[in-house]
DNA sequence: CGAGTATAGGTGCACGTGCACCTATGTGTG
DNA sequence: CACACATAGGTGCACGTGCACCTATACTCG
């Protein structure tokens, strides 16, 4: 269970409450890992049970009171024999190549609009990670700078591998309809 | 439910039995997606009570009985329908990122291990890939080489950031150790 | 004054997924 | 002769995931 993990290792950053996790996860690991408010809630239960962290409640005026964790040293180990354990066989699943791959039902009006409509989504979210800035000034930084250059290259060889897709089906440039 | 959405689209391309298409997806679709046999079966199972399928038993000698699942009109719209509906917002999950971005726990040593690790995986799946030939000689022989294509790029453009990686952190090249 | 949004923490529930396991037959290996 | 493996089709079950929904307060916008 890789949650639970990425909550270890966030925690490993710094204490959160289940709010704070919940913005990380929508935007600085948003490229790498997702994960549902609810969801998030129910594993730090299941990380109290297991004495992996600890809670501490913290008063406010004006706002909710919040519930910040932070690791023990049971959660310390926990995550370290997880990042130390041999890589998990990855089962990729990619929606967009299932339906290219079945897309000859389509025509090629279908594929044009399929491959288009794929490059828009694919920049968008280039543009989206090209504007993350991170301090990369120890371990830490260049490690999350690592994982952000790999979204980056990812983004720009699929942009790349749909011009080239285009041309071998075919299929015109489409005129960059409201590109910015 | 892209499970569906994907076993229609192989009985599109030819009429199958549970088995076959659990060898699909452990061959020829397994770059994009992947199945349990249990629950191959378990979808077919919805798909026919649906009627988007038929089924037709065969009978072997020597070998158990096949039963022989073909498309129906019903279910070939389905699959059109789904071809051309808007692209799913995608959450990626990156089992490998989110060891990565967490990895200074484990010091410049396990950081070096995780990307060897890496690369070997990569390196052997790509092998896998470019060991795929696809006849394309027709509009759905093009798509699916583009498909094979695109996981033959994001493969190669994971090693080139593997060894972009390295330097950054200062590891140095492995031996090609058993390199092949 | 009501609507919407941010903060904060949840519950309920349906469902897809994956692992373990089962039946049955034929064939090949040690 | 026992064992593993391919063929073929399943069942049971635990569990993670995601969507909808709920409570409560404070602030802003029209």
Redesign the interface.
């Known amino acids: 269970m890789?949650l639970k993990?990425?909550i270890?290792?966030?925690l490993?950053?710094r204490s959160a409450s289940g709010y704070d996790l919940g913005r990380a996860f929508a935007g600085s690991?948003a490229?790498?890992?997702?994960a549902d408010r609810s969801q998030i809630y129910r594993t730090l239960d299941r990380l109290s049970a297991a004495g992996a962290i600890t809670t501490e409640v913290v008063r406010q005026d004006g706002k909710p009171d919040r519930k910040v964790h932070s690791l023990t040293e049971a959660g310390?180990e926990e995550?370290?024999d997880?990042?130390?354990s041999?890589?998990?066989?990855?089962?990729?699943?990619?929606?967009?190549?299932?339906?290219?791959?079945?897309?000859?039902?389509?025509?090629?009006e279908?594929?044009e609009?399929?491959l288009n409509?794929?490059y828009r989504?694919v920049n968008e979210s280039l543009a989206e990670l090209a504007s993350i800035t991170i301090k990369a000034d120890?371990?830490?930084g260049?490690?999350?700078?690592?994982?952000l250059?790999?979204?980056l290259?990812?983004a720009k060889?699929?942009l790349?591998?749909l011009r080239?897709?285009r041309q071998?089906?075919g299929i015109a440039e489409p005129p960059e309809s409201s590109g910015e």
């Open positions: 890789e993990h990425a270890l290792g966030l490993s950053i690991v490229h790498f890992w997702h310390r995550l370290t997880w990042l130390s041999p890589l998990e066989v990855e089962h990729s699943k990619e929606p967009f190549l299932a339906r290219l791959f079945f897309a000859a039902l389509i025509g090629r279908g594929v609009r399929l409509e794929r989504e120890d371990m830490t260049l490690l999350q700078a690592a994982t250059r790999n979204g290259i990812h060889a699929e790349e591998w080239e897709t071998v089906l």
